[in-house]
C-alpha cells in the first residue's frame, strides 16, 4: 500500500514536495522501482522520475523535468519522496506515486491515492 | 521519447456492444505496452500488460492484442462500469510514457 502526503497548494517559484510511505513492501526491494507520475488536463498522465535500488540507488527523470525533480528514498521510514523546483501553475494536476510489477516489469502495478496540487499565489 | 497516439478520443457505444480501442506508438515498443482504466477521482489501474496479459482479477471481457506498433484493447460486452478513461503505456524505453486516453460514452 502506497500512502501520499504534502500540500495541496504551493506558491509559484517554490519548491513542491510530496512523500509516499510504503506499507507491505520495501523501498530497498531489489526488483522494485518506485515512480512519481503527475496527469494534469493539459499534459495528460506524465512521468515525473523514479527511484530504484539495485546494490546501489538508482534514479531516473525524464530531459522535460531533469533540472527541477530530485527523488530521494528514505530507508529508516521506509519511504519515498518527490521534490519539484521552481513550479509554475503549468505543474498544477494531480500527483500520485506508483511502484512497478517488479522484476523488470515496467508499468506501475500499485498507485497511491494521489494528491491533487495547484501552484497559485 | 516513444508517442503514443490513442484514437478516438471519446467513442460513444452502448451498454452489451463490443468495442476496440486503438494505441499506436511513433516506433518499436516490441510488445511492452500496459493498458490502463480510470474512474473520476481514482488513480488509474492495470488492465493489460505485455500487450495481452489479463492483469490479477482483471474480467475476461477485457483482452489486447499487437500488431507491429498497433495495440488494441477490446471489450466483448459493455458493463455499465466500464464507460471511464482508457490509457495505454509503454515500458520499452525510458522515459515510458501514456497515450492521450479514449473516453467511453454511453450512447
Known amino acids: 500500500q502506497l500512502q501520499q502526503s504534502g500540500p495541496g497548494l504551493v506558491k509559484p517559484s517554490q519548491t513542491l514536495s510530496l512523500t509516499c510511505v510504503i506499507s507491505g513492501d520495501s523501498v530497498s526491494s531489489n526488483n522494485a522501482a518506485w515512480d512519481w507520475i503527475r496527469q494534469s488536463p493539459s499534459r495528460g498522465l506524465e512521468w515525473l522520475g523514479r527511484t530504484y535500488y539495485r546494490s546501489k540507488w538508482y534514479d531516473d527523470s525524464p530531459q522535460s523535468v531533469r533540472s527541477r525533480v530530485t527523488i530521494n528514498a528514505d530507508t529508516s521510514k521506509n519511504q519515498f519522496s518527490l521534490q519539484l523546483k521552481s513550479v509554475t501553475p503549468e505543474d498544477t494536476g494531480v500527483y500520485y506515486c506508483a511502484r512497478d510489477a517488479g522484476n523488470g516489469h515496467n508499468y506501475p502495478e500499485f498507485w497511491g491515492q494521489g494528491t491533487p496540487v495547484t501552484v497559485s499565489s | 521519447e516513444k508517442v503514443l497516439t490513442q484514437s478516438p478520443a471519446t467513442l460513444s457505444v452502448s451498454p452489451g456492444e463490443r468495442v476496440t480501442l486503438s494505441c499506436r506508438a511513433s516506433q518499436s515498443i516490441r510488445t511492452y505496452l500496459a493498458w490502463f482504466q480510470q474512474k473520476p477521482g481514482q488513480a488509474p489501474r492495470l488492465l493489460i500488460y505485455?500487450?495481452?496479459t489479463r492483469a490479477t482479477g482483471i474480467p475476461a471481457r477485457f483482452s489486447g492484442s499487437a500488431s507491429g506498433t498497433e495495440f488494441t484493447l477490446t471489450i466483448s460486452s459493455l458493463q455499465a462500469e466500464d464507460f471511464v478513461v482508457y490509457y495505454c503505456q509503454q515500458y520499452d524505453n525510458w522515459p515510458y510514457t501514456f497515450g492521450q486516453g479514449t473516453k467511453l460514452e454511453i450512447k
Open positions: 505485455d500487450a495481452s
